[in-house]
Protein backbone atom coordinates (compact mmCIF):
# COMPACT_ATOMS: atom_id res chain seq x y z
CA UNK A 1 0.00 0.00 0.00
CA UNK A 2 1.22 3.24 -1.02
CA UNK A 3 1.51 6.02 1.47
CA UNK A 4 -1.80 7.96 2.37
CA UNK A 5 -0.89 11.46 1.76
CA UNK A 6 0.53 13.64 -1.12
CA UNK A 7 -0.66 16.96 -3.00
CA UNK A 8 -0.30 19.14 -6.13
CA UNK A 9 -0.65 22.57 -3.95
CA UNK A 10 -0.20 20.99 -0.86
CA UNK A 11 1.19 20.64 2.90
CA UNK A 12 2.17 18.03 4.61
CA UNK A 13 1.49 15.87 7.70
CA UNK A 14 4.23 13.70 8.87
CA UNK A 15 5.82 13.59 5.28
CA UNK A 16 1.99 13.03 4.21
CA UNK A 17 1.73 16.15 1.33
CA UNK A 18 -2.01 17.20 1.48
CA UNK A 19 -4.23 17.52 -1.69
CA UNK A 20 -8.30 17.67 -1.52
CA UNK A 21 -10.44 15.92 1.08
CA UNK A 22 -11.91 12.90 0.86
CA UNK A 23 -14.13 10.93 2.80
CA UNK A 24 -13.01 7.82 4.29
CA UNK A 25 -10.16 8.22 1.91
CA UNK A 26 -6.53 8.22 0.34
CA UNK A 27 -3.71 10.01 -1.22
CA UNK A 28 -2.65 12.16 -4.40
CA UNK A 29 0.10 14.49 -6.04
CA UNK A 30 -3.18 16.17 -7.88
CA UNK A 31 -6.04 17.67 -5.31
CA UNK A 32 -7.84 14.65 -4.98
CA UNK A 33 -11.87 14.53 -3.89
CA UNK A 34 -13.84 14.33 -1.03
CA UNK A 35 -13.98 10.28 0.00
CA UNK A 36 -16.98 9.70 3.05
CA UNK A 37 -17.23 6.36 4.89
CA UNK A 38 -21.08 5.47 4.52
CA UNK A 39 -22.45 3.06 6.61
CA UNK A 40 -25.18 2.09 4.55
CA UNK A 41 -28.65 0.58 6.63
CA UNK A 42 -26.65 0.82 9.53
CA UNK A 43 -28.39 3.42 11.80
CA UNK A 44 -26.31 5.95 14.12
CA UNK A 45 -26.29 4.90 17.48
CA UNK A 46 -26.77 7.71 20.28
CA UNK A 47 -25.03 7.79 23.44
CA UNK A 48 -28.03 8.04 25.77
CA UNK A 49 -31.40 5.90 25.75
CA UNK A 50 -33.51 8.48 24.46
CA UNK A 51 -33.43 8.74 20.27
CA UNK A 52 -32.33 11.66 19.21
CA UNK A 53 -30.69 11.44 15.62
CA UNK A 54 -29.85 13.69 12.90
CA UNK A 55 -31.48 13.73 9.93
CA UNK A 56 -29.68 11.60 6.87
CA UNK A 57 -27.03 14.10 4.70
CA UNK A 58 -23.96 15.46 5.14
CA UNK A 59 -24.82 18.90 5.56
CA UNK A 60 -27.23 17.97 7.96
CA UNK A 61 -24.94 16.63 10.45
CA UNK A 62 -21.92 18.87 9.95
CA UNK A 63 -24.10 21.96 10.43
CA UNK A 64 -25.41 20.02 13.66
CA UNK A 65 -28.07 22.14 15.58
CA UNK A 66 -29.19 24.58 12.91
CA UNK A 67 -32.35 24.60 10.64
CA UNK A 68 -33.72 26.61 8.08
CA UNK A 69 -37.40 27.09 8.12
CA UNK A 70 -39.26 29.75 5.90
CA UNK A 71 -36.50 31.50 5.22
CA UNK A 72 -35.19 32.34 8.96
CA UNK A 73 -32.66 29.90 10.89
CA UNK A 74 -33.51 28.57 14.40
CA UNK A 75 -31.74 26.85 16.42
CA UNK A 76 -32.30 23.37 17.14
CA UNK A 77 -31.80 22.51 21.29
CA UNK A 78 -30.26 19.66 21.73
CA UNK A 79 -31.33 17.14 24.28
CA UNK A 80 -30.22 17.14 27.54
CA UNK A 81 -26.49 16.04 27.63
CA UNK A 82 -26.77 12.30 28.19
CA UNK A 83 -24.26 10.70 31.22
CA UNK A 84 -20.70 9.93 29.99
CA UNK A 85 -20.10 6.65 28.99
CA UNK A 86 -15.98 5.16 29.51
CA UNK A 87 -14.57 4.95 26.25
CA UNK A 88 -13.33 1.61 25.14
CA UNK A 89 -9.90 0.78 26.56
CA UNK A 90 -6.80 0.51 24.21
CA UNK A 91 -7.25 -2.67 22.38
CA UNK A 92 -4.17 -5.09 21.16
CA UNK A 93 -4.63 -7.93 18.77
CA UNK A 94 -2.58 -10.29 17.15
CA UNK A 95 -3.17 -9.96 13.39
CA UNK A 96 -0.07 -12.41 12.37
CA UNK A 97 2.30 -14.85 13.47
CA UNK A 98 4.82 -16.82 11.00
CA UNK A 99 7.82 -18.93 11.59
CA UNK A 100 10.96 -17.66 9.84
CA UNK A 101 13.39 -19.51 7.95
CA UNK A 102 15.95 -18.71 11.13
CA UNK A 103 13.37 -20.56 13.12
CA UNK A 104 12.32 -17.56 14.85
CA UNK A 105 8.60 -16.46 14.86
CA UNK A 106 7.10 -12.95 14.42
CA UNK A 107 4.29 -11.25 15.61
CA UNK A 108 2.19 -8.43 13.91
CA UNK A 109 0.38 -6.54 16.84
CA UNK A 110 -2.50 -4.03 16.14
CA UNK A 111 -2.49 -1.61 18.74
CA UNK A 112 -5.14 1.57 20.34
CA UNK A 113 -3.07 2.73 22.95
CA UNK A 114 -0.77 5.21 21.11
CA UNK A 115 2.39 3.67 21.77
CA UNK A 116 4.80 5.20 19.59
CA UNK A 117 8.28 6.19 19.76
CA UNK A 118 8.87 9.73 17.65
CA UNK A 119 12.33 8.33 16.48
CA UNK A 120 10.64 4.97 15.35
CA UNK A 121 8.08 6.96 13.32
CA UNK A 122 10.53 9.22 11.64
CA UNK A 123 12.43 6.37 10.54
CA UNK A 124 9.23 4.88 9.29
CA UNK A 125 8.80 7.94 7.56
CA UNK A 126 12.05 8.23 5.97
CA UNK A 127 11.51 4.26 4.59
CA UNK A 128 8.46 5.71 3.03
CA UNK A 129 9.97 8.52 1.78
CA UNK A 130 8.42 11.48 3.24
CA UNK A 131 10.13 14.64 4.04
CA UNK A 132 11.01 14.86 7.46
CA UNK A 133 9.03 17.08 9.90
CA UNK A 134 10.36 18.83 13.06
CA UNK A 135 10.35 16.03 16.10
CA UNK A 136 8.72 18.59 18.35
CA UNK A 137 6.07 18.76 16.19
CA UNK A 138 5.36 14.97 15.76
CA UNK A 139 5.09 14.59 19.33
CA UNK A 140 2.95 17.40 19.31
CA UNK A 141 0.07 15.70 16.50
CA UNK A 142 0.34 12.17 18.74
CA UNK A 143 -0.42 13.95 21.48
CA UNK A 144 -3.13 15.73 20.55
CA UNK A 145 -4.73 13.17 18.54
CA UNK A 146 -8.20 11.25 19.37
CA UNK A 147 -6.38 7.85 18.15
CA UNK A 148 -3.26 6.36 17.53
CA UNK A 149 -2.96 3.24 15.96
CA UNK A 150 0.14 1.40 15.33
CA UNK A 151 1.54 -2.29 13.54
CA UNK A 152 4.67 -3.80 15.38
CA UNK A 153 6.73 -6.21 14.53
CA UNK A 154 8.06 -8.70 17.38
CA UNK A 155 10.38 -11.58 16.21
CA UNK A 156 11.56 -13.79 18.88
CA UNK A 157 14.49 -15.94 18.21
CA UNK A 158 14.53 -19.21 18.41
CA UNK A 159 17.69 -19.71 20.37
CA UNK A 160 17.57 -20.59 24.74
CA UNK A 161 17.94 -16.76 25.48
CA UNK A 162 14.62 -15.90 23.64
CA UNK A 163 15.66 -12.45 22.64
CA UNK A 164 12.88 -9.80 21.14
CA UNK A 165 12.91 -7.75 18.56
CA UNK A 166 9.87 -5.38 18.37
CA UNK A 167 9.78 -2.62 15.29
CA UNK A 168 7.44 0.00 14.19
CA UNK A 169 6.00 -1.57 10.98
CA UNK A 170 2.67 0.86 10.20
CA UNK A 171 0.69 3.69 11.74
CA UNK A 172 -2.44 5.34 11.40
CA UNK A 173 -3.95 8.59 13.32
CA UNK A 174 -6.84 10.48 14.11
CA UNK A 175 -8.46 13.34 15.24
CA UNK A 176 -12.04 14.20 16.26
CA UNK A 177 -14.74 16.44 18.23
CA UNK A 178 -15.29 13.03 19.82
CA UNK A 179 -19.06 13.16 19.00
CA UNK A 180 -19.56 13.20 15.20
CA UNK A 181 -16.77 13.80 13.37
CA UNK A 182 -12.98 11.95 12.76
CA UNK A 183 -10.50 12.60 10.32
CA UNK A 184 -7.55 9.81 9.83
CA UNK A 185 -4.13 11.36 8.62
CA UNK A 186 -0.82 9.66 8.15
CA UNK A 187 -1.42 5.92 7.49
CA UNK A 188 1.56 4.44 6.41
CA UNK A 189 3.34 0.61 6.43
CA UNK A 190 6.68 -0.44 6.47
CA UNK A 191 7.31 -1.01 2.38
CA UNK A 192 8.84 -4.31 3.02
CA UNK A 193 5.19 -5.49 4.90
CA UNK A 194 3.35 -3.87 2.27
CA UNK A 195 1.81 -5.89 -0.31
CA UNK A 196 0.43 -8.28 2.59
CA UNK A 197 -3.24 -6.63 3.37
CA UNK A 198 -1.57 -5.19 6.91
CA UNK A 199 -2.52 -1.71 5.60
CA UNK A 200 -6.04 -2.54 5.13
CA UNK A 201 -6.07 -4.69 8.20
CA UNK A 202 -5.12 -1.25 10.22
CA UNK A 203 -7.36 0.82 8.31
CA UNK A 204 -10.08 -1.70 9.07
CA UNK A 205 -9.40 -1.90 12.98
CA UNK A 206 -8.95 2.16 13.18
CA UNK A 207 -12.55 2.37 11.13
CA UNK A 208 -13.90 -0.41 14.09
CA UNK A 209 -12.55 1.38 16.90
CA UNK A 210 -13.65 4.98 15.52
CA UNK A 211 -17.46 3.74 15.17
CA UNK A 212 -17.42 2.03 18.62
CA UNK A 213 -16.58 5.19 20.01
CA UNK A 214 -20.22 6.40 18.56
CA UNK A 215 -17.58 8.46 15.87
CA UNK A 216 -20.17 7.92 12.60
CA UNK A 217 -18.92 10.73 10.39
CA UNK A 218 -15.43 9.96 9.54
CA UNK A 219 -12.99 11.28 7.04
CA UNK A 220 -9.47 11.31 5.42
CA UNK A 221 -7.29 13.08 2.34
CA UNK A 222 -6.47 10.61 -0.55
CA UNK A 223 -3.73 10.89 -3.10
CA UNK A 224 -4.98 9.67 -6.57
CA UNK A 225 -3.11 6.24 -6.53
CA UNK A 226 -4.54 4.81 -3.31
CA UNK A 227 -8.27 6.19 -4.06
CA UNK A 228 -9.17 2.83 -5.46
CA UNK A 229 -7.63 1.12 -1.73
CA UNK A 230 -10.05 3.45 0.51
CA UNK A 231 -12.90 3.04 -1.73
CA UNK A 232 -12.72 -0.62 -1.36
CA UNK A 233 -12.83 0.13 2.70
CA UNK A 234 -16.33 1.87 2.09
CA UNK A 235 -15.13 5.83 1.49
CA UNK A 236 -16.96 7.43 -0.92
CA UNK A 237 -15.50 10.36 -3.36
CA UNK A 238 -17.54 13.67 -2.96
CA UNK A 239 -20.50 12.52 -1.54
CA UNK A 240 -23.60 14.10 -2.01
CA UNK A 241 -21.19 16.35 -4.51
CA UNK A 242 -19.73 18.12 -1.55
CA UNK A 243 -15.85 19.45 -2.17
CA UNK A 244 -13.29 19.64 -0.07
CA UNK A 245 -11.95 23.34 -0.02
CA UNK A 246 -8.31 24.65 1.48
CA UNK A 247 -6.62 27.84 2.33
CA UNK A 248 -3.61 28.17 1.74
CA UNK A 249 -0.70 31.03 3.12
CA UNK A 250 0.31 33.21 -0.31
CA UNK A 251 3.27 34.67 0.19
Not at 5 to 28: D, K, L, N, T
Not at 52 to 67: M, Q
Not at 159 to 168: V, W
Not at 218 to 243: C, M, R, S
Request: charged share 20%.
Amino acid sequence: MAPAFAAAPSFSVCGVRIPISCRFEGQSTVPSPTLRFLRNQVAAKTRSGAPWSLKAGLWDSLRSGFLKNNNSTETVEPPPAPLEIEEPLPQELVLLERTLPDGSTEQILFSSAGDVDIYDLQALCDKVGWPRRPLSKIAASLRNSYLVATLHSIIRSSGTEREEKKQLIGMARATSDHAFNATIWDVLVDPSYQGQGLGKALMEKVIRTLLQRDINNITLFADNKVVDFYKNLGFEVDPQGIKGMFWYPRF
